[in-house]
């Protein structure tokens, strides 16, 4: 199985970006899809999460202004992140818990995608 994760960059504050992760290769079934991130000097940690049946779960510090969604049909998770602050800048991990075809169900993560907002 393979994340590929897209669509970070350099914006200013109060802008808006749209994280896109794809899971490819053996995939059998996709349970719940996240987003997590990791600031320089700080612990990786959840920021939005969604099951297979899109229930969805949020970090109070982005409640109101990330929005997560799954395209089961393309194994795709996006996270569209609005007003957009300079705490939020990290490194943006996508993870997927996924039925593999080879070997069995595992996490999985993707690469990085670095949010940089500048104030």
Not at 34 to 57: C, I, M, N, S
Not at 79 to 103: F, G, H, I
Request: net charge positive; hydrophobic share 35%; glycine share 10%.
């Amino acid at each position: 199985v393979q994340l590929q994760a897209s669509g970070g960059g350099l914006v200013q504050a109060g802008g808006s970006l749209r994280l896109s992760c794809a899971a490819s290769r053996n995939i059998v079934r996709i349970f719940a899809m996240g987003w997590y991130r990791q600031a320089a000097g700080k612990q990786r940690e959840l920021v939005a999460r969604t099951t297979e049946g899109g229930d969805t779960k949020y970090a109070n510090f982005v409640k109101g202004r990330f929005t997560i969604s799954r395209d089961n049909a393309k194994n795709t998770t996006y996270l569209q992140m609005n007003s957009l602050k300079p705490e939020d800048t990290a490194d943006y991990y996508c993870s997927a818990d996924v039925l593999n075809s080879r070997l069995g169900r595992n996490d999985y993560w993707g690469q990085g995608t670095q949010v940089t907002v500048s104030s």
